[in-house]
């Protein structure tokens, strides 16, 4: 009897596929084993397009991109996929299983069988077909809710994880600067801190899911002169240090976000990027960012075409590498041939392309794809709109309606009141949208496609939210059109009923094809179209009129201050919008939301937000007062409350100090409520001007009738810190205020306080959040 030899032992797996060693071993290892042309290949994407019919991706074909073989293309590797959902319509089991087959497609191709990351914009939701469509961030700002914001972000996390999609292309951290610019509602309002808190909360939520949280427009994108998209930036360097930096550096630091975007535009001359000052100096250096930094779409071939910083793609290739771009997206141009080519010639060298590739298979290893174990199939169906991402919409919809003025209680509306519903956005789905869902996005290339969502009109909406009232509607006019033709039976609608609800604002596109979004920027803050000269004659009726603005951008109101019975602001405010705004007029909700953009009274005067230092505010040196109409933090409610029982610091601190401010809110009405509690710094003398005021902690409090709550602030001192004429960031001694306010403008309570010692320069550990501790205090008598 013979005995059977023992078996071979495994093959030893190269370290690189070893799980147990450390990322940065592994990378080294695999990188040593790579081409130059492999290497490269990582660092870039290609724009693809699921197949309806599962059979995997194939190449966008764009104008600015070229024709390229994907069989050969993907032989060498792949660094990412650029939105294989959405490009175009394509159902979402579908679409996984395309995306998976490609991926399983790209590995096998290659010698080492690495798939690529797959991105996806997430601006407001997962921008694919039948995905959930929440909230713009403007109104996640007006929530001013980061709790809720991180929920929505963790299931918006979790619908891309279950399409195999690795990375996020969001939040939007540029702080308005002038509202005239078509991406305002792409933002969270004009206020850093703002920006700063609900931008981290957003992160949290998609890193917690697994996802590739990226920040953009790394930086001054919204600072373009004339609020012209792309256009040069002009921010001085304490504008830009103390104003647009500080929510990447929060969102960085507190919600850990592993990418950025280089923003389009240039400031003093320098694109972003070409800029290794912001993307290596500042980004890496100081801030010790170790993810992976993207080009925005197009912009690094944009060095050549638009900015003209370099002569050819290679040159292009080159200035953005040694800048600090990892990655070009959406698809090869300039990191492909010519670069390889620049390379071989001995004109880049090859450590640019090793340190990109690096920090690219770093963060591809983090997610698990350089394990041999992956797997990019779908773990089973996928609802990308599930009623539990619905009530989420829902209740952010409903936190960020702002009631902006309702001077003789109009509202709640009688639930049996003759209702005449006037405007262009009443009756349509879309006028709940901005221009990153899909809807507005990318459908109206396929206009024979169904939304693929359940959007109420807030028409419908308001019918079945006062099923006894008698509702009327008339179009009146159309967005932009300019004719008048349906203002007689608009009228007539008005003059019948008990009250008119003008439903009035924008339509959001891209590149002129809407009121909103980007490329639709403005001259003025006029609202659009004629649809001023329709609320004119609504109000002439003499019929009490609700102005309702379902927009992108607050616009100029002051012309029909006092004449209007209320006013209430939503910044598209998503698929449940409808529900949401009708619920805040029947009173099934109480508005809770608050501006996170001033108001402004007079549709000239841009640009400005309410970040003034003296002399940015109205004197008796300038005839144009830019005082807005209503403040930034201003929201009005249906109940009342009454602050009390202040309590703050001693009276001096030293500059490495901190302290509490407190004090009680009770809910004084006879419904509940829920009351935001703001503070703000005044900063008397410094030794560069400073805002007059600027938001450094709020806390939002829902409080039932007779409900009373605490608010303790914790502020620390590095929170008074600027740039100083050295453009260090430092914390001066001297006398400060905090100011405990319902909004920027209306300050309830102010506490006085001396800062005392050395002026101390501080950097990137100093500490960022005002913490905020609420507890109950025991009812009245």
Same mark, same amino acid.
């Given at each position: ?9 495994a ?27 492999e290497?490269t290949?990582?660092?870039y ?19 600015m ?13 792949l ?8 490009t ?5 089991d ?27 914009e997430?601006?407001a ?10 909230p ?16 929505m ?39 850093p ?26 930086a001054?994108?919204?600072a ?16 830009f240090?103390?104003?647009?930096l ?37 980004l ?47 698809t ?10 620049a ?7 090859e ?19 350089l394990d ?23 209740r952010?919809?409903?936190e ?30 879309l ?29 419908d ?47 959001a596109?891209l ?10 920027d ?12 329709l609320?004119d004659?609504?109000?002439a ?10 927009t992108?951008r607050?616009?100029?109101l ?15 405010? *998503?698929? #449940? %919008?409808?529900?949401? /705004?009708?619920?805040? @007029?029947?009173?099934? +909700?109480?508005?809770s939301g =608050?501006?996170? !953009?001033?108001?402004p009274?007079?549709?000239g005067?841009q640009?400005?937000?309410?970040l003034?230092?003296p ?6 040196v ?7 109409l209503?403040p ?17 610091p ?17 809910n004084?009405? *006879?419904? #509940? %409520?829920?009351?935001? /509690?703001q503070?703000y @710094?005044?900063?008397? +003398?410094?030794?560069?001007? =400073?805002?007059? !005021?600027?938001?450094?902690?709020y806390?939002?409090l ?28 430092v ?13 920027s403008?209306d ?15 501080v950097g990137?550990e ?9 507890s ?6």
């Amino acid at each position: 009897m013979t005995t059977a030899p023992d078996p071979a032992p495994a093959p030893t797996p190269a370290p690189w596929r070893d799980p147990a060693l450390p990322a940065a071993a592994r990378v080294a290892d695999l990188l040593s084993r790579m081409t130059l042309r492999e290497k490269t290949a990582q660092l870039y994407g290609v724009w693809v397009g699921a197949d309806t019919d599962g059979d995997g991706v194939a190449p966008h074909q764009h104008d600015m991109t070229a024709d390229h073989d994907w069989d050969e293309l993907i032989t060498h590797g792949l660094g990412q996929l650029t939105r294989s959902f959405g490009t175009a319509p394509v159902d979402p089991d579908t679409g996984a299983q395309a995306l998976a087959l490609a991926q399983r497609r790209i590995a096998g191709a290659g010698r080492f069988g690495i798939p690529a990351v797959a991105h996806e914009e997430c601006l407001a939701g997962f921008t694919a077909w039948q995905a959930t469509a929440y909230p713009v961030p403007l109104a996640w700002g007006a929530s001013f809710d980061p709790e809720l914001v991180g929920e929505m972000a963790r299931r918006i996390g979790a619908d891309l994880r279950s399409a195999g999609v690795h990375q996020g292309l969001a939040p939007v951290l540029d702080v308005v600067r002038d509202l005239r610019w078509g991406r305002v509602e792409e933002t969270i309002g004009e206020d850093p801190y703002l920006v700063g808190t609900i931008g981290s909360a957003y992160v949290r939520g998609l890193e917690s899911a697994g996802i590739v949280a990226t920040l953009k427009h790394f930086a001054g994108y919204a600072a373009s002169a004339g609020a012209r998209n792309l256009a040069p930036v002009r921010a001085g360097v304490r504008e830009f240090a103390d104003v647009t930096l500080p929510p990447f550096e929060m969102a960085l630091r507190l919600g850990g976000a592993r990418s950025v975007m280089a923003a389009y535009t240039e400031t003093d001359g320098v694109p972003a990027s070409a800029d290794p000052r912001l993307l290596t100096e500042l980004l890496r250096e100081e801030w010790k960012f170790t993810g992976t930094v993207v080009a925005d779409y197009f912009g690094i071939g944009f060095l050549e075409t638009l900015h003209r910083v370099a002569g050819d793609p290679a040159e292009a290739a080159h200035a953005a590498l040694a800048a600090g771009i990892d990655v070009e997206l959406p698809t090869l141009k300039c990191y492909g041939e010519p670069l390889l080519e620049a390379v071989r010639a001995g004109q880049i060298p090859e450590a640019l392309i090793d340190r990109a590739a690096t920090r690219v298979l770093l963060q591809k290893c983090e997610l698990g794809l350089l394990d041999e174990d992956w797997t990019p199939e779908p773990a089973g169906p996928i609802d990308l709109d599930s009623p539990a991402n619905r009530a989420v919409a829902r209740r952010l919809a409903e936190e960020s309606v702002v009631l902006l003025d309702n001077p003789a209680g109009l509202l709640p509306l009688a639930p049996d009141a003759r209702v005449a519903v006037v405007g262009p956005r009443a009756a349509d789905a879309l006028a709940m949208l901005g221009c990153y869902s899909f809807p507005s996005h990318v459908l109206p290339n396929h206009p024979d496609v169904p939304p693929g969502l359940d959007i109420p009109t807030l028409l419908d909406a308001l019918r079945t939210e006062l099923p006894d009232a008698k509702v009327t509607f008339a179009e009146g006019c159309g967005v932009t059109d300019p004719d008048t033709y349906g203002f007689t039976e608009a009228v007539a609608r008005a003059a019948e009923a008990d009250v008119c609800v003008a439903v009035l604002g924008d339509r959001a596109g891209l590149f002129g094809r809407g009121t909103s979004g980007e490329g639709c920027d403005v001259t003025d803050l006029h609202l659009p179209g004629v649809q001023a000269e329709l609320l004119d004659a609504l109000v002439a009726t003499g019929v009490p009129v609700v102005l309702v603005l379902l927009t992108g951008r607050p616009y100029a109101l002051g012309r029909w201050d006092g004449r209007l019975g209320a006013v209430v602001q939503a910044f598209f405010p *998503g698929e #449940e %919008g409808g529900p949401a /705004v009708a619920g805040v @007029l029947s009173g099934r +909700v109480g508005p809770s939301g =608050r501006l996170p !953009v001033s108001v402004p009274r007079l549709p000239g005067g841009q640009p400005w937000t309410y970040l003034q230092p003296p002399l940015g505010l109205a004197d008796e040196v300038s005839n144009l007062d830019p005082t807005p109409l209503y403040p930034f933090g201003h929201g009005r409610s249906y109940t009342e409350f009454t602050w009390s029982d202040y309590a703050g610091p001693a009276p001096e601190i030293a500059t490495d100090g901190s302290c509490e401010v407190s004090l009680t809110v009770r809910n004084t009405g *006879g419904r #509940e %409520g829920t009351e935001v /509690v703001q503070l703000y @710094l005044h900063d008397p +003398v410094a030794s560069v001007t =400073r805002p007059d !005021v600027r938001l450094v902690g709020y806390r939002r409090l829902r409080l039932a009738p007779g409900e009373a709550s605490r608010v303790t602030f914790r502020w620390h001192a590095d929170l008074s810190a600027f740039t100083d004429r050295a453009g260090r960031r430092v914390v001066e001694p001297g006398a400060l205020e905090m100011r405990l306010a319902s909004s920027s403008a209306d300050i309830r309570h102010t506490v006085r306080l001396e800062l005392t010692g050395p002026v101390r320069v501080v950097g990137p550990e100093r500490e960022l959040l005002c913490g905020a501790e609420v507890s109950p205090v025991p009812p009245l008598g």
